[in-house]
C-alpha cells in the first residue's frame, strides 16, 4: 500500500479551480481565486476553468450545491478537466461523493499544499516533517480510498500478532500507518532535539534576526541582499521550506546571524501548523523578528494580518518586530489602473512609523535596515568604564571593535576601556562567561543594581 501521497501526480494536469465561499470565508472580492490559481501553478498544473459558489452552510456529500455539481460536471468534460481543486478543506466522504458527481480526481487546498511542500522539501527534516503531515492526512480517508473491505485474514492468524479473523484490510493499513507515523516522529524528534540545542546555542553566542512573512513576500531574496546569499529565491509559493542561517554585518564590526524561514499562508493544514514548528525554531527564539511584506501585493494587509495572527498563536511573542516594506521599486512602477488596488507606502507608514521600506532586489533601505537592526542589538547605550584582565583577549577585541572607545587605562594586568556599550551586548559578554567589570563592580551586580532598576523606576 502506498501510505504517502504522490509527490508528482497533479504534475501538468488540466485543473478547474472551485471556491465556495461561507459568511465566514476569508477571500479577496476582486480575484476570490487568485491565491488558489497561484498555489495551483506552482504545483505544476494547467488552470482551464475556475468556479465560484455563495453558500450559508456546505452541503453534506458534496460541500458544492447540487445545481453546481452539475455544472461542473459539464465543465469537466468540455475543458477535458483532469483534476478540480477545491480552496476549501473537504472531508473523505465529502471528496468521494464529489468525486462520483463529476467524474474525475478531487483535491483539497491542503492536499494541494501538502503537494508542493512534498515537491519542495530538500532537508531529511522538512521531508520527515512532510511525509508525518501526508500520513495524518490520509489515515482518516483511507475508508474514502478503499472500495474493498472484504476480510482478508479470515481463517487461521498468520504470524506473530495478527488479530486474527475478520480483520478488514482498512484496518491493516490503519496500523501500518499509525506505526510509520511513529517511526518517523522518533526520528524527528532527534533532528529537531539536535537542532533546538543548535538555536540556544547560537543565541547565547550571537545576535539573531529571524525573516518572517506571507510566503512570496521576498524573504529570500532580503535574505541574499543582507548576507553572502545561498538561499533559493524565486517568485513563486513556498520557495523555501528549510531554514538558512548567516552572518549579516550591521557595520563597526557588529555583526548578527540571520535566518530566513518557510512562508507562512492563510489556512495552512494543520498537520503542517504542528510538524513545522521546529522549522520555525530560529523565528521562535530570535531576539528580532523582520516581518517582510510584498507592498506591492494588493492582499498586503492581510497577509501581514495572517502572519501577526500566526506568530502569536505559536508563541513569538517577546520578541521585537519590525514591518519591513519590501518590493517598494514595483510598488513605484505599478500602472495607474493597478495602483487603487494597493496600499500606498504612505498609509504603510501611518500605521506603523517604524516601518522600514526596502527593495531586495534594487538594495533600497537595505543601510537603514542594518542601522534599525544595530540598535536593537545593543539596546540601551551607556558611556562606562570597563575593566577587563589582558588575559581575556576576546572580550578587549569585543570591546575595541564593536563599541566607540573614549579612553583607556592600562594597570597591571589588565586594562580600562571608556566605551559606549548597549544592554545587549553586555549580556552578550557575560553569556561568553567574560569577567568584566563596569564601573568597578562585576557587570552582574551593575547591571542589576544600576540599569535594570533605573529601568524599571524610569
Known amino acids: 500500500m502506498e501510505t504517502g501521497l504522490s509527490q508528482s501526480r497533479i504534475l501538468a494536469e488540466r485543473s478547474i479551480l472551485v471556491q465556495v465561499q461561507l459568511p465566514a470565508s476569508e477571500f479577496d472580492a476582486r480575484d476570490p481565486l487568485g491565491e488558489l490559481r497561484a498555489l495551483a501553478e506552482t504545483a505544476g498544473v494547467l488552470v482551464v476553468g475556475e468556479m465560484v459558489q455563495r453558500l450559508k452552510v456546505p452541503r453534506g456529500a458534496t460541500y458544492l450545491g447540487k445545481g453546481k455539481v452539475q455544472e461542473l460536471a459539464v465543465m469537466v468534460t468540455a475543458l477535458k478537466a483532469k483534476v478540480v481543486i477545491l480552496d476549501n478543506d473537504l472531508s473523505p466522504s465529502q471528496v468521494q461523493g464529489l468525486e462520483e458527481g463529476i467524474g474525475c480526481k478531487v483535491l483539497d487546498r491542503s492536499e494541494l499544499i501538502l503537494d508542493i511542500f512534498a515537491n519542495r522539501a530538500t532537508t531529511r527534516q522538512a521531508q520527515l516533517q512532510v511525509e508525518i503531515a501526508q500520513l495524518q492526512y490520509t489515515a482518516p480517508r483511507l475508508r474514502a480510498m478503499w ?259 573614549r579612553d583607556r587605562a592600562y594597570h597591571d594586568g589588565s586594562v580600562t576601556l571608556t566605551v559606549e556599550i548597549g544592554r545587549r551586548q553586555v549580556d552578550q559578554l557575560l553569556s561568553r562567561g567574560s569577567k568584566l567589570q563596569l564601573e568597578g563592580m562585576k557587570a552582574n551586580d551593575f547591571v542589576r543594581l544600576h540599569w535594570d532598576r533605573a529601568e524599571v523606576e524610569g
Open 147 to 405: 472500495q474493498h473491505l472484504g476480510q482478508v485474514t479470515g481463517g487461521a492468524p498468520v504470524g506473530v500478532g495478527t488479530r486474527g479473523p475478520g480483520e478488514q484490510q482498512i484496518e491493516i493499513d490503519r496500523r501500518l500507518v499509525k506505526s510509520r507515523v511513529d517511526r518517523l516522529k522518533g526520528e524527528l524528534i532527534e533532528i529537531s532535539q539536535r537542532k533546538q540545542r543548535e538555536v540556544q546555542a547560537r543565541c547565547n553566542e550571537h545576535f539573531t534576526v529571524g525573516l518572517v512573512g506571507y510566503t512570496n513576500a521576498g524573504k529570500s531574496s532580503l535574505f541574499n541582499a543582507l548576507t553572502r546569499g545561498g538561499a533559493f529565491a524565486s517568485d513563486q509559493l513556498f520557495a523555501t521550506l528549510g531554514t538558512r542561517v548567516e552572518q549579516w554585518s550591521l557595520g563597526g564590526g557588529n555583526s548578527c546571524m540571520l535566518s530566513d524561514t518557510v512562508g507562512f499562508i492563510r489556512d495552512l493544514p494543520h498537520h503542517l501548523v504542528a510538524s513545522f514548528r521546529s522549522t520555525l525554531e530560529d523565528a521562535m527564539h530570535a531576539h528580532v523578528l523582520l516581518l517582510v511584506v510584498d507592498v506591492a501585493d494588493p492582499h498586503a494587509e492581510r497577509h501581514v494580518q495572517v502572519v501577526q495572527s500566526t506568530l502569536d498563536a505559536m508563541g513569538a511573542v517577546e520578541q521585537p518586530r519590525m514591518l519591513v516594506l519590501n518590493k517598494v521599486d514595483r510598488l513605484e512602477q505599478l500602472p495607474a489602473s493597478e495602483m487603487d488596488r494597493v496600499r500606498p507606502l504612505s498609509w504603510w507608514m501611518e500605521q506603523d512609523a517604524d516601518a522600514i521600506a526596502v527593495s531586495a532586489s534594487m538594495g533600497t533601505g537595505l543601510p537603514e535596515l542594518a542601522d534599525r537592526v544595530l540598535i536593537h542589538m545593543k539596546g540601551a547605550v551607556r558611556t562606562l568604564r570597563a575593566t577587563v584582565g589582558l588575559n581575556d583577549a576576546r572580550t578587549v577585541d569585543f570591546l575595541e571593535k564593536r563599541c566607540p572607545v
